[in-house]
Nanobody
Framework: EVRVVESGGGAVQAGGSLRLSCAVSGLPFSSSGMAWYRQAPGHECELVATISRRETTTYIDSVKGRFVVSRHGRGRESGDVSLDMNTVKPEDTAVYYC???????????????????WGQGTQVTVSS
């Protein structure tokens, strides 16, 4: 069984930092692509950052220079993905989702929860 579990969300003031973590198990982690998405109230779900099996990273423009995605394997079928959020802004407020793609095909910029494996999400609230 594949499990994707996010943690680390919470409330933070603008300008502060927060680290989100995602524990993945049940799939070949070293060959999987990983992504973070978010959905803010009244907005469509969007792709925030990705990290490939080769640790190539991508970011949407609004978080470049502020967010850092990283990954660490714990075994053949388990690992962790982190999203370090720095200099956060109120517009970063959203539910953040971690997603795993066992084939590392690539990610749609919009949420497609029928593709890959998704966690339940973790709330991040940034106050001004």
């Amino acid at each position: 069984e594949v499990r994707v579990v996010e943690s680390g969300g919470g409330a933070v003031q603008a300008g502060g930092s927060l680290r989100l973590s995602c524990a993945v198990s049940g799939l070949p982690f070293s060959s999987s692509g990983m992504a973070w998405y978010r959905q803010a109230p009244g907005h469509e779900c969007e792709l925030v950052a990705t990290i490939s099996r080769r640790e190539t990273t991508t970011y949407i423009d609004s978080v470049k220079g502020r967010f850092v995605v990283s990954r660490h394997g714990r075994g053949r079928e388990s690992g962790d993905v982190s999203l370090d959020m720095n200099t956060v802004k109120p517009e970063d407020t959203a539910v953040y989702y971690c997603a795993a793609d066992a084939l590392d095909i690539g990610w749609d910029r919009r949420c497609r929860k029928s593709f890959g494996y998704w966690g339940q999400g973790t709330q991040v609230t940034v106050s001004s």
